[in-house]
């Protein structure tokens, strides 16, 4: 978002990098093969034309969607995981998200019992007997858990006190920027609306 967005004056001599660093980022960014990543990007991205062109963006975004399903539910490919693509879609293992609900069930369950205020901090890292000493000792986590969930993981930590708190401080970041989309641009809301995708992104 911040390369996409940035005013060329802020940028100054060096405004020409921006292909070049914007191209370097996409092919990172399809070289890790990471889902979230693409769907922060694309979504941030979008809300970036979504403010900048108003109506028109909203057309264009449709219409892309529509090619992509178009193009996914009509495509003769009979095993996408061979494709380029199917780094990203991994169909074999979509139905649990890479394993991801499986992960989330076992947040659910460590949790049961203790909805309310969780487990403690850090507990959410400790479901598979790692031990928080020795992680403490190397400064890292060791053998620690991963329910790649925040939102999973801050219920097992805090409990459903601890998931609101998160949760109002997405509405109020999402009340922001939707008050962002709605008034009129300057510079400032420029540079605000660059940090709300950023943030968006990372939300996705």
Not at 73 to 100: C, N, Q, V, W, Y
Not at 144 to 163: E, F, K, P, R
């Amino acid at each position: 978002p911040a390369l996409v967005a940035a005013p060329r004056r802020w940028l100054g001599r060096g405004a020409w990098l921006r292909v070049p660093a914007l191209l370097l980022a996409g092919t990172a960014l399809w070289l890790s093969g990471s889902r979230s990543a693409l769907i922060g990007t694309v979504l941030s991205v979008c809300l970036l034309f979504l403010y900048r062109f108003g109506f028109a963006a909203i057309l264009v975004v449709a219409c892309g969607t529509l090619g992509i399903y178009v193009l996914a539910t009509t495509s003769d490919i009979e095993d996408i995981e061979d494709t380029s693509a199917g780094r990203f879609m991994r169909t074999k293992h979509i139905r649990t998200l890479s394993g991801r609900v499986e992960l989330w069930q076992e947040g659910f369950d460590a949790v049961k019992g203790h909805e309310l205020c969780g487990l403690g901090w850090g507990s959410s890292r400790l479901l598979h007997g790692a031990d928080a000493g020795e992680s403490l000792t190397h400064g890292r986590g060791v053998g620690a858990s991963n329910l790649h969930s925040t939102h999973v993981q801050i219920l097992v930590d805090l409990g459903v006190l601890g998931l609101a708190l998160l949760w109002l401080l997405c509405a109020q970041v999402l009340w922001a920027g939707w008050n962002l989309l709605r008034q009129g641009r300057s510079e400032r809301s420029d540079a605000s609306m660059m940090v709300f995708a950023c943030f968006v992104a990372t939300l996705a």
